[in-house]
Structures are given as structure tokens and as C-alpha cells.
């Protein structure tokens, strides 16, 4: 994987960010639940999108012996 790269998992978790963010800032408390709903759909999918992505770093493993 490429230095600096984010991964889909990390860009979903942002965008979670984001989303709270502007429900902090809601004018109402209907659209702060809006937007705490839609935070929580980035989260979740950030859980799923980072299950199924490789691991980071390169696996090593050892010749068998």
C-alpha cells in the first residue's frame, strides 16, 4: 500500500467525523437525530468496510522447516 493512502475504512470513519460535526451544529433536535443516524450508518460501514480490507502491513511468513 502506497504512504498517505487512506483507506476506505479511515475515509468512512471521516466522513462519521464530518457528520456529527453538523449535528452538534443542528438547528433543531430533529435533524441533530438525522444526523446522528447517518453518522452511525458511516460508522457501521467503516466496521464492515475494515473487516474485509487487508492488513496493513505485509503478513511475513517463515519457510516451513
Keep these: ?5 487512506m483507506r476506505n475504512s479511515e475515509r468512512y470513519l471521516a466522513q462519521a467525523e464530518t457528520v456529527m460535526r453538523m449535528a452538534a451544529r443542528a ?3 430533529a435533524e ?3 444526523y446522528l443516524s447517518i453518522a452511525e ?8 468496510v475494515q473487516r474485509n480490507e ?3 502491513e505485509p503478513r511475513t511468513f517463515k519457510p516451513a522447516e
Excluded: C, I, T
Excluded at 1 to 5: A, F, K, N, S, T
Design 54 to 56: 487487508p492488513p496493513r
Design 1 to 5: 500500500m502506497r504512504v498517505g493512502v
Design 41 to 48: 450508518g458511516w460508522r457501521k460501514l467503516a466496521a464492515e
Design 27 to 29: 438547528a433543531s433536535q
Design 32 to 34: 441533530k437525530e438525522v
